[in-house]
């Protein structure tokens, strides 16, 4: 059964930084020879889920939102089932929940779309206050 868990959300003023961390639970080494992408989405209250990132467990290749883009940097651990987004310059409409999402079966990174991610955590709040 695959899991997934996020953590380090917390509360921040506007311009400060966090790094959330996802850890990803019940793929087998076969499972990653064949491929997993990795996400963040975030839900701000009222609005739909925003895709903001994903990278490939297989060659590092990152994708991101333009609304994050140069603020935002998602990386992989040491472990490859660990993954982080540091989030830098922080604003206030970035306040949230994120949340961590896998798909399974592609080397490639892919569209930060919910429908091309099978796996998803319950995710982690994040506040920016003025």
């Known amino acids: 059964e695959v899991q997934i868990v996020e953590s380090g959300g917390g509360s921040v003023q506007a311009g400060g930084s966090l790094r959330l961390s996802c850890v990803v639970s019940?793929?087998?080494?076969?499972?990653?020879?064949?491929?997993?992408?990795i996400g963040w989405f975030r839900q701000a209250p009222g609005k739909e889920r925003e895709g903001i990132s994903c990278?490939?467990?297989?060659?590092?290749?990152?994708n991101y939102a333009d609304s994050v883009k140069g603020r935002f940097t998602i990386s992989s651990g040491n472990a490859k089932n660990t993954v982080y987004l540091q989030m830098n310059s922080l604003e206030p409409e970035d306040t949230a929940v994120y949340y961590c999402?896998?798909?399974?079966?592609?080397?490639?990174?892919?569209?930060?779309?919910?429908?091309?991610?099978?796996?998803w955590g319950k995710g982690t709040l994040v506040t920016v206050s003025p």
């Open positions: 999402a896998a798909t399974y079966g592609t080397q490639q990174v892919v569209e930060l779309s919910e429908l091309e991610f099978d796996y």
């Open positions: 019940g793929f087998t080494e076969r499972d990653y020879g064949f491929g997993i992408v």
């Open positions: 990278i490939s467990t297989y060659d590092k290749s990152t």
